[in-house]
Each structure stands twice: as C-alpha cells, then as structure tokens.
C-alpha cells in the first residue's frame, strides 16, 4: 500500500461490527484543523459524508456535521474563485493568439484549459451526493479512521497515512518521507518503539500500487526504453473487506494546535498473483479472531506478534488499470 489504499467507506458501520466507538472528538479537532489550513481534500470524501448523513442523533454529531457542511462551502467557493482566475487567462490567452500568434501564449492557453478541466472536475466532485469508489481513496499524507485500543476499549480515531516516529519533529519527517510504509523486516529495528506497543487496524477494500510497466508485461527494458510506471488496482477475490495491520504514533499538539496522530500500514512479502503483476511487497491482512491479541500487543512475545502477521488472511488480489 505504498501508493494508495480504498478505506471501507461506511465505517461507522464497522464501529457496530467490532464494538468500538467514535472518537469524535478528535474527528471534530481534524476537521476544524484541515478547514483552518486550507487542506480540506486530505480527508476523503467518504469520511466527510459519513458524518453529514449520519442524522442528529447527538448534539456532538450536529455539530460535526455542520462544520463538515461549511468546509465544503468554503472548498467551493475557493474551487470556483481559481476557476474564474483560469477562465480569465483563457480568455487573454486566446485574444492574444488571435492577434499575433506566440510560444507563450499557446503555453498560457493550453495551461489554463487543462486547469479548467480539472477545476470542474474537482468542484463537480465536491458537490456530487451519490458516492463513489473514489471518494473512499487515501494517499500518503490523507486520513483515515484507524482502530485502536485507548483505556480499555476499542476507538475509532482519524489517523494520517504517515507515520510520524516518535522522537521525530516535522524537520525530521520532512528528511524521511516513507514511513507511512512499516516493512515486516524492520519492525524489531527501525519500528521497534511501536511494534509491541501501539498497534492499529485500517479496514480496505482495495489497493493500488505503482508497477513498471515492463514487469507487469513480464518483459526486461528495451535497450533504449526507459522505465514507465503504471498504477494498478488490487481487490480482494471474493470481494471482502480487509483488516490491515498497522502501527500508530502519538504527537501531542504545540502552540494550541491538536495532537497528531499517525499510522504506517505493514507489509510484507507479497502473494504469488501480486509478484507475478510485478509488485514486490503487499499489506497484511489480520484475521478478524486475531483482532484482539493484535490490538493489546505484549513487547516481550513479539513472536506471538509475528504469528499472528504469519497466519494472514490469504484472499487472491486480482488486479486492473487504476482509473
């Protein structure tokens, strides 16, 4: 899961299904937080819209989904002020090649058309009601709802898909921007603070990865060819929802800003079929009767961890051309 991942998008349903509950406090604190900073797009979708359909069953959940409800607003409003911006180079752009036609002032209206496009596309997506598989997508530095246990019981908290270790500052993230991949073959070294200590699960449908083409097709490079990436889409066969096994970390918030929490999703040697489509690592699918020995780690039989990480779910990963 190195490049993307499909949450399971009705996961208050899975709250019901494991006996946990909302943090919906730390819910609430993300999503003031992304409004404030402009980065409203790195909560999914399906996050967003599980809480503004939920109803009002608590004054809590009012108030989350009214702040959701003014996030989009402003999303919107932001969306539709830059497309003015680009609908007015557009326009200068094609006034100037009418005149007196120039490099830059193709460059100019190309630019702004693919912007224009993309803008649209955006806001459409914002605005649309009726979910899609893609609303559910996260990408390194996005959240999502990871379970955990916190005083006893199992909570749902949003979680950025990066892990911050701890000891580190953001200077030092920012030097080491791959954590939000937890290698099996490190966790007794570089992830010896979590393994054993602060395990999570994210619940999937599917994920995608970034492939060389070549090995896809099974072929070495052409003498003059240069390696081309495609990005495929691996689903569970049967379809089925995945419980992947995860290490999180806790930063508390400085200057009045909110704690931080973040995870990183294990992976390991991948099955024959994800090999064969030319991927070498694949996350780990935790049994659901595992659920509980995986959540409430003991640090001094990490063996008993790697069992559990041993005996996986072994769905077969049929794969396509990601969209």
Known sequence: MRYAAQIKAD????TREYGAVMSLRQFFELFWQKRKDQEWQKVPKAMRMAFAQAGSSSDEERELAALIAAGD????????AELFRQK?????AERALAGRPTRKAENEQRIAADKIARLQQNLADLQRAVPVPEDAMIFPGYYAPVMIMMDGQ???VPMRYRCRLPGWDVAMERK????????RDNLETAWRQLFGYRHGILPIRAF???VARHRLERRELGPDEKEQSVVLEFRPEPPQDLLIACLWSHHKGEA????LYSFAAITDEPPPEVAAAGHDRCVIPIKPEHVDAWLNPDPGDLAALHAILDDRERPFFEYRLAA
């Not at 080491?176 to 290698?183: I, V, W």
Request: no cysteine; hydrophobic share 30%.
């Open 154 to 156: 199992r909570v749902i």
């Open 88 to 92: 007015t180079r557009l326009a200068q």
């Open 11 to 14: 996961f208050r349903k899975f």
């Open 208 to 210: 995608h990865e970034h």
């Open 176 to 183: 080491k921007p791959g954590t939000y991949n937890a290698r």
């Open 73 to 80: 607003r402003e999303q919107a409003n932001a969306l539709e």
């Open 256 to 259: 009045g800003e909110p704690d």
